[in-house]
């Protein structure tokens, strides 16, 4: 078994050589679609043992195993040309029937994904070094998926990019409270890079016992994503975790009309990190009814997450403190969450849970649709004990939710939980940035020498800074 984990920092090291790559962004699109084509490739040789009849969309030619197997196939110039003027046109013009949702996919990621490497040579390297993975190899499987998101996070350190990953330790949470079953559809019409989704097909994985379960399973969990990077990403991640056709389109979900939506569209359960503070394209915003117009792409997902459950659905998602507050159609927004659900709990997350990439306060919100919302329970996430807050080498963990999974079965008010009513709600006009009644501040108190002491200590420093200032005039 290959070391995964030191074949992708190899390739990856392999990558800062060639003049083409600028930036993790780029690499990490490269290393994308070189990871899907083996891992499709290795997905196809497995299919075809399986099933004789089976024919794979790629044309033989474009197949990685006859371009990119061979350590000692074509290189330099010769790969390159073979890259930019064979292998992209073709895959971005795949000619499939319109049935062929993997021949689809793979059209769809190739017409938004580039080769960005100019160097045959150092590419030839990169490919050797992904041929040491065997992707169906269950041990080197598992391994990957760590690795796997471990690149995903690596794109939350780029503001333009961050807004893809979702903290694992949120998806996962909330995963275990909406607790979905085998047979209900699941959806994300935010999906990034498919967190949300791997954890349910993680949660669902445990229910499965029969190929019948397994088939169930694959059509269950369907996504929507815009950008073309975190829709290939989206694809591999469920492909590494055995889902065969990803039911994963390529598009805005804020696109459709909301009333074209019907009853056999509608789902079970959503689960989503919509974007937010961002303002939607052009005229998206018209496919809502003109009560609830708005540029702001958060609170139009609210209203596309109703829509979208079915009568007793469940929905777990992340939204901003902006999200909770706010008149005119802000309000609207809230009062047809509370009209047309029971929105039970607000967990209230740490302003850090989302840094280096983002900063603003972010809630978790649990909702059932159906059921007219009588009362909401607050729930304020604490950092670790001796924490000033996250960030990239200490994120939040799955383990610092479990007094909170404690508490959900038995509710009680306490100094980080509370209770307000539908009625306290009303007359605020749906306000629900609803801060904590319970908490107890922590008041410093001083007395009038260290007061004194503190006033001289600062007025010295400013003295200080003035003469500098002068002497500089001089």
């Known amino acids: 078994m290959s070391n995964i984990s030191g074949v992708i920092k190899s390739i990856r090291d392999i990558f800062r050589k060639d003049p083409g790559l600028s930036g993790d962004a ?121 690795i796997y998101e471990d690149i995903l996070q690596g794109l939350a350190t780029k503001k333009d990019t961050g807004e893809f990953y979702t903290p694992r330790a949120v998806t996962q949470f909330i995963i275990d409270m909406v607790n979905p079953q085998l047979g209900e559809k699941i959806a994300d019409p935010a999906c990034g890079t498919a967190g949300f989704l791997v954890c349910a097909i993680e949660h669902l994985r445990q229910q499965v016992k029969n190929v019948n379960d397994r088939k169930t399973l694959q059509e269950t969990i369907t996504g929507t994503e815009l950008k073309p990077l975190p829709f290939m990403l989206s694809v591999v991640n469920l492909i590494t975790h055995d889902i065969e056709v990803p039911q994963i389109e390529n598009d805005d979900a804020l696109s459709r009309e909301l009333t074209s939506i019907r009853q056999g569209d509608k789902v079970d359960i ?128 799955i383990e610092e939710f479990e007094p909170l999974k404690k508490w959900w079965v038995n509710r009680k008010e306490s100094e980080i939980s509370w209770k307000v009513s539908i009625d306290a709600v009303i007359e605020r006009n749906y306000d629900l940035d609803i801060k904590n009644p319970n908490k107890v501040e922590e008041r410093v108190e001083l007395n009038i020498g260290e007061i004194l002491r503190i006033l001289k200590s600062e007025n010295n420093k400013v003295s200080s800074i003035i003469q500098e200032l002068e002497n500089d005039l001089v």
Not at 375 to 391: F, Q, R, S, V
Request: proline share 5%; charged share 25%.
């Open 26 to 146: 780029q690499r990490i699109e490269q290393l994308g679609w070189m990871i899907f084509l083996k891992l499709f490739d290795d997905k196809d040789q497995e299919r075809e043992l399986v099933d004789p009849k089976y024919k794979s969309p790629i044309p033989s030619t474009f197949q990685w195993r006859n371009w990119a197997a061979d350590d000692e196939g074509m290189t330099g110039e010769e790969l390159i040309n073979f890259i930019n003027n064979q292998l992209f046109p073709e895959l971005k013009n795949l000619k499939v029937a319109g049935d062929n949702k993997l021949g689809i996919i793979i059209r769809k990621i190739f017409d938004g994904t580039n080769n960005y490497m100019k160097s045959g040579t150092t590419f030839r390297q990169a490919i050797n070094k992904l041929n040491e993975i065997d992707f169906n190899s269950s041990k080197e499987h598992h391994i990957f998926n760590a």
């Open 270 to 397: 959503i689960v989503a990190n919509p974007p937010f503070g961002g303002v939607v394209g052009d005229g998206m915003e018209t496919n809502f009814p003109l009560n609830y117009r708005t540029k702001e792409s958060a609170d139009l997902f609210l209203i596309l997450f109703i829509q979208m459950l079915k009568d007793g659905g469940r929905g777990g998602i992340v939204l901003p403190d902006g999200s909770l507050t706010g008149e005119g159609v802000k309000a609207r927004v809230r009062k047809k969450l509370l009209d047309d659900c029971n929105l039970h709990t607000i967990v209230r997350l740490p302003q850090s849970v989302f840094a280096p990439y983002a900063t603003v306060n972010t809630n978790l919100l649990f909702f059932e649709k159906g059921k007219q919302t009588k009362e909401i329970w607050y729930y304020e996430h604490t950092l670790p004990e001796g924490a000033k807050a996250y960030n990239k080498t200490k994120p939040i963990r």
